[in-house]
């Protein structure tokens, strides 16, 4: 009776500012995807004013992966090195005046070298999302925790679509680059003030919620950061080859390049390939693009709890991951094939509504696998899945440009890109095990 009562005492004294922390990161996430994505509405007026083709619009999207593969490991070094209050807020000011900048551009060069420096300004992004799930919240809640921030990825475009594509008819498109920076200065703003790397330091915790933070260890309240950053630390066996060489790392990282594909193509190209293939006008595509991203921000958002729900029940990282990985990526796959093969607008968005979101579905799967097996280095580990992905976000705009330049349809590049999903998923089932992995570093 008394241990209920304590039981009860502790509940009711414990807050719940971790969830505010995931909030700020959903709403920086937000604008990320917006700056990144803001181009791709802006195909036609920026292809007509410069005398572009597919090809060379593929090549000013491709430059912001390139830039983004040089920036997006070195960010998650510096993150776990100097923690995520103050890269992120670097980060965020500088990515925020490149997408500013974006907004003088005169012609293919200049778009294409502020595309990549918006890459490397944006690298240390999603390092520092990882890191601050890693050390704000328990291993119960990190998948559903990760989902809240990475649904904000096709919330940007519902949001976006409409929002930009209104800019850009109302206000040019150079004004609308602009305007979008703005918003990210606001952001780092906020976050500076309120949050703090670890909740030990935040006057917000209460000593009941920095319990279940750390899962019932004793930790000391108010030291430095640094203090705990080599606390946490000193505790960690994650070493480069682990990251390296580890079969589950690797299979994570092949799968997350498949998905990355796939995103960067949807928001690349999915407004050029409505406008090219069923003459859908701007004023209207980004009506139509609310029906994918709103169905992959609910199925990513369900997918984060779905997997923390399988990891409670089952306490296995390989069914409450990595089969979440590769059956979405599967389906994924098989929604894209008909695409090919109709002439159909409204059966052609269903068909890509459900492949866009069952292929973003896993997306926290894949970053609660490096903070489940590398939680000393998670956003060094991210940050090298991260390089994965930026070299799709190279190849997957590229290349469908060049082939839809050549054939004078997409069909090639969505068979591509359905090929690769299908081998990530052979990748995931032979290769992932990563219970296996957790048993032999907790056993060392």
Same mark, same amino acid.
């Given at each position: ?14 807050? %719940? ?30 292809? =007509?004013?410069?005398?572009?083709? !597919? #090809? ?29 209050? &103050? ?73 976006? #679509? ?11 498109? &150079? ?55 080599? %606390? ?51 004023? /209207? ?43 979405? =990526? ?32 896993? !997306? ?7 903070? /489940? ?12 899945? /991260?390089?994965? #992905? ?41 290769? =992932?095990?990563? /219970?296996? %992995?957790?048993? =032999?570093?907790?056993?060392?």
């Amino acid at each position: 009776m008394i241990l209920q009562e304590t039981d009860l005492k502790t509940r009711q004294n414990m807050t %719940h500012f971790r969830w505010i922390v995931v909030a700020l990161s959903f709403i920086i996430i937000i604008i990320n995807y917006m700056d990144r994505s803001a181009i791709s509405y802006a195909i036609g007026p920026i292809k =007509q004013e410069f005398g572009l083709n !597919n #090809a060379d619009f593929g090549t000013i999207a491709a430059a912001f992966g390139l830039g983004y593969m040089v920036m997006t490991l070195g960010g998650g070094i510096f993150v776990d090195l100097w923690g995520a209050r &103050k890269v992120w807020t670097i980060s965020g000011i500088a990515w925020s005046a490149v997408t500013a900048l974006l907004g003088i551009s005169s012609g293919l060069w200049m778009l294409a070298f502020f595309r990549f420096m918006l890459g490397i300004t944006e690298g240390p992004c999603f390092p520092a999302l990882t890191r601050v799930v890693a050390d704000w919240l328990p291993m119960s809640e990190r998948a559903r925790s990760t989902a809240m921030g990475l649904s904000a990825v096709p919330l940007a475009s519902v949001i976006g #679509a409409p929002f930009i594509s209104h800019l850009i008819l109302s206000v040019g498109w &150079k004004t609308m680059f602009f305007i979008l920076g703005g918003l990210g200065v606001a952001w780092c703003l906020l976050f500076y003030a309120f949050f703090r790397d670890y909740p030990e330091n935040s006057s917000f915790v209460s000593q009941a919620e920095l319990t279940h933070i750390r899962e019932g260890k004793v930790t000391s309240r108010q030291s430095s950061d640094e203090e705990l950053r080599r %606390h946490h630390l000193s505790f960690g066996r994650t070493t480069w080859k682990f990251m390296l060489t580890n079969p589950a790392l690797i299979a994570n990282n092949y799968a997350f390049f498949s998905f990355g594909y796939l995103l960067f193509f949807a928001l690349t190209w999915l407004p050029g390939f409505l406008e090219q293939t069923y003459a859908v006008k701007l004023k /209207d595509v980004g009506w139509f693009l609310i029906a994918p991203w709103a169905t992959a921000f609910v199925l990513l958002a369900l997918g984060g709890v779905i997997s923390d729900y399988l990891w409670k029940r089952t306490g296995s990282i390989r069914i409450a991951r990595s089969h979440m990985i590769w059956i979405c =990526q599967l389906l994924s796959a098989l929604c894209f094939i008909p695409v090919t093969l109709i002439h159909s607008l409204p059966s052609a968005l269903i068909l890509i509504s459900l492949g866009v979101g069952l292929g973003l579905m896993p !997306n926290a799967a894949f970053y609660a696998i490096n903070a /489940d097996l590398a939680k000393d280095r998670a956003a060094t580990s991210l940050g090298l899945m /991260d390089c994965f #992905a930026a070299t799709a976000a190279i190849l997957a705009p590229y290349l469908t440009g060049y082939l839809s330049h050549v054939t004078g349809n997409f069909n090639s590049a969505i068979g591509l890109m359905v090929g690769l999903t299908l081998t990530s998923v052979i990748g995931v089932v032979l290769f =992932q095990h990563p /219970d296996r %992995h957790m048993e =032999q570093r907790e056993s060392q």
